[in-house]
């Protein structure tokens, strides 16, 4: 019987041994994971990842690769530049006619795009001119617009604009298959806010692919001088789930963080917001420690509303007037902070005045600037070139000419 | 010279032989060479799906710790983090770039709240989600003395003390008239075939949970799972040749002697089948101390698990269901060695006592600090094997006890005691939370 015994408790912990060879071959690797720490101590070099937008949020450290777009550009498609969108109005090519009514003729290449619409992340995209959003269009009302559409794309598209035009020329009856071409052709009526976007079906999903983009219509008497810029707050699903992964203005999930708009102090900002946002009902801007004027659609030139918060369903659009009392660093987001965590969010950089050193001379792979250290006084950060001027567009004044 | 020949033939022909083994090998890597060859396009056919696998999330101070693996068809580049849908920076080593089924640590800085659910989400550089929530967030156990001594704690409660109080049985099932006995006995199949269905649903539902698609996890529990049953099947018949070979030699000394001197002896068991009798009813409790043994093994990975995965509330339930359960273990190993006469010593009971409650503790500590689902299941299909195993052993031998195999297997007692086995597995099962 011992015999037996021995041979019994030899093949159980023959077993045990076995068993206890194939947990450690299995897990092995995540051992080695867990106990990384352990040894990445000496000349490894570690990155300090902050959680959040800033200072006095958790921070780790990590001997491997950061995943941050919060904080940092890391895209290395830098197609979709916000900066650039920012402050671009496209006024055409300037003509005559003989009636001596002004025509602006653009072209607009509709395009298939891979594109990087937040760090890390691509997007297989459908595009107007390469980029989402699309290009500012803007003329001033009476103006006849004309605008070249040529469908480089592989589906069907056309440009539906808002605005009072003919029926042929609303973007909806006329399909333009791959490789064809349409010129649309209306006068700019009336003025005000508006916008264009493929009007081709399933709808939702050429718009949520980035057919879109901003269609001014200025008064002909200009409105007052001032620093005017684009917002278009869109999103991307990238899962194709119906639902938006990534919330932007302008383009790309918290650029605006890194890259912080800058204006002058008292300097009166016009913005020119357009929600175009697919699969949520509803949108909005928030603006920080201001308030401004509202002017709804745009079309008239008395503010329908002095406010810090508006909020938009899709296709709404209005335009905000304001100026900082003081300088330093604001936020400007969606209020619907779901959007606002997932990128809708942005800062306002208000300087003293022009001659401040410049704080966006951020290149890429350089940590951004936290707020807190974008404290009044303290322009800190080595002063670069400058990746965006700020022009003061005001009517009248720009180089394309029309009047 | 022939000698010679002979052997020349012989060696050619296991060259012949070689080569003929070879040829459609060879065959094969040429066409693998043609299919994946630069420049071939006829396997180019879809576009293959990113797919990550979150195979654990811890919470640790002011982080969340994420243990991913790529688990599809090519490599994927990770571009962003996110708790509860939120965009969070975060640390991955040791790289975002992932091969295929390789490992990475996702750190994300986070003020997490204990008890509070949370989702972890990784978006790949196609913009694919994938997500695994947790329950409820709970401080991970970090592998020290004095949370290892914890996890031993646990384990002596849920696994060492029931099974030894179920021993306490024995000299009770010792006292049974045969009808009773073979009630308990199949009673004994009764409670190890439901640990036995237990313990492949168990390892089901962690396939479904945290195994990819890729391990083929369902058909590795079958395997595992039938293996154990061949491999063990195989060395306990042999235990049982072996002890048979022993008592052969022991009782052809004794024969004459046995015969001679008791003329009434042909109505008694003859001693060399109460010897064997004795062996078999021994390996039994043995093989069913270990198969037991196994499945506590599951049982502490489970508890372990659950504090580790944050399951808090579920663990305390765990623990006392699994204290409940297991003393009912107790009463499977002793049943088959109870009425075979031979001399059983309370330290023979222990020993299998703490063979089959001590893995609990090993358990516990595994699953606690470096819990991996493969191991999980892996364990769990070896003990749903071993415990097959040992309820064929128990049917075959009380068979193998009469006259009519078939009839005694339908006997009263029998079908009564299986299905009270496992309907008593089933109540104290209800005990524990799933």
């Not at chain 2, 006259?403 to 496992?422: D, H, N, Q, W, Y």
Request: hydrophobic letters at 40%; glycine letters at 8%; aromatic letters at 10%.
């Amino acid at each position: 019987m011992s015999r037996s015994k021995i041979i019994l408790v030899s093949i159980f912990l023959t077993s045990i041994l076995t068993i206890t060879f194939v947990i450690s071959f299995l897990s092995g690797i995540s051992v080695i994971a867990q106990n990384n720490n352990a040894f990445s101590k000496e000349g490894e070099k570690t990155t300090v990842v902050t959680g959040g937008h800033g200072t006095g949020y958790n921070t780790i450290r990590t001997t491997g690769d950061v995943l941050d777009s919060i904080n940092a550009d890391e895209r290395t498609d830098l197609t979709i530049d916000p900066m650039k969108y920012l402050r671009e109005f496209n006024y055409g090519r300037v003509s005559t006619t003989d009636n001596g009514t002004t025509l602006r003729d653009f072209t607009i290449i509709a395009q298939d795009k891979n594109l990087e619409v937040s760090p890390g992340v691509f997007m297989d995209a459908w595009t107007f001119n390469g980029t989402i959003p699309g290009p500012t269009i803007r003329a001033t009302e009476g103006d006849l617009v004309k605008i070249k559409f040529i469908n480089n794309g592989s589906k069907p598209h056309t440009m539906h604009f808002h605005g009072i035009h003919q029926s042929q020329m609303d973007g909806v009856f006329e399909i333009i298959a791959p490789g064809g071409s349409f010129t649309y052709e209306f006068t700019a009526e009336p003025f005000g806010l508006f916008l264009y976007h493929c009007h081709m079906q399933p709808l939702e999903e050429h718009i949520s692919k980035g057919l879109y983009g901003v269609y001014i219509v200025d008064p002909k008497t200009p409105r007052p001088p001032a620093d005017e810029m684009v917002m278009m707050m869109n999103g991307y699903d990238n899962d194709f789930d119906g639902e938006n992964n990534f919330y932007t203005v302008n383009g790309i999930p918290n650029y605006y963080m890194h890259h912080p708009i800058q204006i002058e102090k008292n300097n009166l900002i016009r913005v020119y917001l357009v929600n175009i946002l697919e699969f949520d009902q509803i949108n909005n801007f928030h603006l920080h420690a201001n308030l401004f004027q509202f002017y709804r659609t745009g079309t008239s030139l008395t503010p329908t509303e002095y406010t810090d918060t508006v909020t938009f369903s899709q296709g709404e659009r209005g335009i905000l007037e304001f100026s900082y009392k003081y300088p330093g660093p604001y936020m400007f987001h969606a209020h619907k902070t779901e959007f606002a965590e997932k990128g809708w969010t942005g800062l306002f950089l208000v300087k003293e005045d022009q001659s401040e050193p410049d704080v966006t001379a951020f290149t890429k792979g350089e940590r951004a600037v936290y707020p807190s250290e974008i404290s009044n006084n303290t322009f800190t950060t080595q002063t670069k070139t400058k990746d965006s001027q700020s022009t003061i567009v005001s009517y009248g004044e720009s180089s394309q000419g029309g009047s | 010279m022939e000698f010679d020949e002979n052997r020349n033939n012989r060696k050619t022909s296991r060259k012949k032989m070689t080569v003929i083994a070879l040829i459609p090998l060879i065959v094969l890597s040429g066409m693998l060479v043609f299919l994946l060859g630069p420049g071939m396009s006829i396997l180019n056919i879809g576009i293959p799906l990113p797919e990550i696998t979150i195979e654990k999330i811890e919470f640790q101070n002011d982080k969340i710790v994420a243990f991913i693996r790529n688990t599809g068809p090519e490599g994927v580049d990770v571009a962003q983090a996110d708790i509860n849908d939120r965009m969070i920076p975060a640390g991955i080593e040791p790289s975002k770039t992932l091969s295929r089924l390789a490992e990475a640590k996702v750190i994300v800085p986070f003020s997490w709240i204990a008890g509070v659910p949370y989702e972890v989400g990784i978006t790949t550089s196609d913009g694919t989600r994938f997500s695994k929530s947790v329950e409820a967030a709970a401080l991970a156990p970090t592998p020290n003395v004095e949370q290892a001594s914890y996890f031993a704690i646990i384990g002596i409660y849920v696994g060492v003390i029931p099974v030894l109080i179920g021993l306490l049985w024995f000299p009770f099932i010792k006292r049974l008239s045969m009808n009773k006995y073979k009630f308990f006995l199949s009673l004994t199949a009764g409670l190890l075939v439901f640990l036995g269905i237990d313990a492949l649903v168990e390892s089901n539902g962690i396939v479904g949970q945290n195994i990819a698609g890729a391990f083929n996890g369902q058909v590795l529990i079958a395997m595992i799972t039938i293996i154990t049953f061949l491999v063990l099947l195989y060395t306990s018949e042999k235990l049982v040749e072996r002890a048979k070979m022993k008592s052969d030699d022991n009782t052809s000394k004794s024969n004459l002697v046995t015969y001679s001197s008791s003329p009434s002896s042909t109505t008694k068991i003859p001693q060399k089948q109460q010897q064997q009798q004795l062996a078999k009813p021994f390996a039994i409790a043995m093989m069913i101390a270990i198969g037991i043994g196994l499945h506590d093994f599951g049982e502490g990975l489970a508890i372990g698990a659950a504090v580790l995965l944050g399951e808090v509330a579920l663990s305390t339930f765990l623990i006392v269901g699994f204290t409940l359960h297991n003393t009912t273990e107790g009463l499977a190993i002793v049943a088959p060695m109870a009425k075979s006469g031979g001399k059983v010593t309370i330290r023979k009971l222990i020993v299998m006592g703490l063979i089959a409650g001590i893995p609990t503790i090993v358990g516990a500590w595994i699953g606690g600090f470096l819990y991996s689902p493969i191991a999980a299941i892996i364990f769990l299909s070896i003990g749903a094997g071993a415990i097959f195993q040992v309820v064929y052993s128990i049917t075959s031998w009380m068979s193998s006890n009469t006259s009519e195999p078939r009839k005694a297997m339908l006997s009263t007692p029998m079908i009564a005691g299986f299905t009270v086995g496992m309907a008593i597995m089933y109540a104290t099962s209800l005990l524990i939370p799933s």
